[in-house]
């Protein structure tokens, strides 16, 4: 790899604008991932509220 390479694949570690972010939060929330790990809250309640009296560490 070259040198000039290498630096084009170095992260940038400013950070964006506030705009950015809540815009990249706001087409995360129509998403298909976020509706789908949305959709499995009640198994995660469930699963937990089953274990919750189980001795998981001895």
């Not at 809540?22 to 976020?34: D, L, N, T, V």
């Not at 509706?35 to 009296?53: A, F, G, R, S």
């Amino acid at each position: 790899m070259t040198t000039s390479q290498e630096s084009s694949r170095k992260i940038s570690l400013e950070m964006k604008s506030e705009v950015h972010y809540k815009k990249a939060a706001k087409s995360y929330r129509k998403s298909q991932q976020y509706i789908k790990m949305i959709n499995l809250y009640p198994t995660l309640q469930n699963t937990i509220i089953e274990c919750e009296h189980e001795n998981l560490i001895e």
